[in-house]
């Protein structure tokens, strides 16, 4: 199994003189939030096939480069684009982004993805604010060598999304006039998605939002010492009652950018306040 260290060391070599100072804060961008990459002033975009034994991401609505530049006064390294396991990526490789914008220097790491709705409260279009995760794939990033050189063997969760960071998310939301949900993410391997059944357990469980990603990344930010902001577009009711529509992606992705649209304002506004 090759280390992680090894192969950032790679990514690292082939993206020498292509990146100017380092990121302050680095972002993930989820299944049709990309256009948040579009308000990066001075971009330099590298697309994964040019990063050394980088995985390709090839999920509808990821276009799979890096984007390295400015929002607002922040200087910012964007992963737009991310691996999921339902692609054939193992976790390792899910988590490998995160591990080479923290190299970069990111000192921060701003996930957002696309989710289902599991509390009967949310409506498709709003977001939510990510207090914490229950990382239900049955996969971990970490399982496999100890790599002492980028985290701990047993690395804490217990605030695995960061208090202060939500708390600045809760006030510069309020000061926008944008409803801003908070819960609890759950993360499934997919690509199906859930029965109701499921839906009506992950919910009774104590889950709010369902979706395909970001629990294994936020696990090697942990492992990593990165601070996590996650947010999640609510793009389908997923409460597994009567009330649920059929899923189609096209509705996911619409709704993806009605919620991209509050989510973008909301993250300039948070590097409007460093
Ligand atoms: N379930 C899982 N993943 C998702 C969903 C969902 O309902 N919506 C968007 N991504």
Redesign the pocket.
Known sequence: MTLQADRIAAALNSLENRVGDPPDTALILG?GLGHLADMVTDPVAIPYEEIDGFPHATAPGHAGRLVLGRLGQARVAIAQGRLHLYEGWSARDVALPVYLLKALGARQLIVT????GLNAIFEPGQVMLIDDHINFTGANPLAGPDEPSLGLRFPDMSRAYDPSLRALAMRTAEAEGITLRRGIYVG?A?PS??TSAERRFFASAGGDA???STVLEVIAAAHAGLPVLGFSAI??V?TGGPEQEP?TIEA?LANAAIAGESLGRLILRLFDGE
């Open positions: 299944s993805n696309a989710a289902g499934i997919g998605l859930e369902i979706g395909m793009t389908n997923a899923d996911v």
